[in-house]
């Protein structure tokens, strides 16, 4: 627990029925002439992007598309849509999309200008100001990228992956409408529904977890593991559907309002390294670094379990060992793999694994328990 902290919000999220029509007052009241639709080609074809077209159009603004924003890019390829986005004329930029988009979208609303470029912006995340406004549609549910002032992008070179994070990249508006996530395939439900429940465990065993924080991890993390499971097996559940995509966004508030840990640090070369999707990363090292973090955040993991499960369990080992079961159990039953192995991922090079893991002391300094290299081979070595 940190004794100083804040809480940093985007200016208006719209939520409940046909959240997507409000854009359009929001727009209006913006003065908004041009905007630039940020998304992608799959997203584009199912239809996915149209009714926030409408409501574009509606405020009287005009719109360009930009759909080829590839999924977990590099900064040279955000680099390519932000110069894309130069001299269009647009004063706000609309992410549609999951977190690949929106990052490229936060990106290019800081980076639109010839001051500095994304790859500047790696070394010297403090100089980024924002240039145009940004709005967030977020068809995951899902990394919560719409709330935070992250963007995290690939940098091929050193097979890594590296978050740029100024507050100028928190959105200023946020459109959560259920009907984006209505037909998410299942298993990107599933990995990116881990990423969120990893986001609000991570944020509440965090040494810079806070009441703030607190408040929206807890409520992220209850939400996720009541509803994961129906939201990723039932069609129709659209309960579950929309409960997931207000948990991702508490989930993305309190990563802004607190931190990540090991999870997400040790995450980032598999990510860099072998392109393992964000969330599956995550699901493959959530149960090595709960286990290996258990000592030090077992009165936190019995919070949760009283907070989520309220289940038999009695004495505070009882809990916090039952959540992390719980944990693995929804793992399992979404059919994430469980190891590299079974992503077609062999040889792997731990020692490298472990080095570049170490160097996500972003993340790593907010783990309650310190992670040497052994540490960090150790735990590499559970995932092969
Ligand atoms: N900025 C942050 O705070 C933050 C937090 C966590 C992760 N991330 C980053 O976000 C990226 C991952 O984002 P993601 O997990 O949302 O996945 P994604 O944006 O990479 O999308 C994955 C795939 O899902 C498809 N998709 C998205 N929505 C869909 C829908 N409704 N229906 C059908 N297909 C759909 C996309 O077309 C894409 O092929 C990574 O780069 C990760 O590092 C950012
Ligand atoms: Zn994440």
Redesign the pocket.
Known sequence: MISTYSLRLPKVVFGGENPTEQLSNALRAEGVTKAVVFT????RQ?G?VDPTLSAISAAGASVEIVDDI????SYTQVQSVVDKVKGMGADVIVAV???????SA?LASVAATDAYTVHDLLSNPGQATKRLKCVAV????????E????????VPEDEV?I?IVNDA?IPDYVVLDVR??????RK?AA??GI?AMC?GIECFTSTKANPFSDTFALEAFDLIVNNIERACDDADALDAKRAMQVAAFYA?IA??ASG?TAV?ALS?PL?GKYHV???VSNAILLSPVMHFNEPAIRERLALAYDRAIAGEAVTVGEKSAALIELMDSIVEHLDIPKSLAELGVTDVPIDWLAEAGLKQQRLLVNNMREVTLEDAKAIYEQII
Not at 40 to 43: R, V
Not at 97 to 103: A, R, T
Request: aromatic share 2%; no cysteine; hydrophobic share 35%.
């Open positions: 992608d080609p799959s997203l199912l996915i590839p999924a977990e890019p999309g999951g977190g690949s988009v929106m990052d936060k977020p068809t995951t549910a899902g990394t919560g990228a709330a935070t002032p992250n963007a995290i992008v690939a992956k978050g990249m984006t996530v209505k037909n998410l395939p990107i990995a990116t990423d986001h993305g990563i802004t990540t997400h980032y990510g999707p964000h969330g």
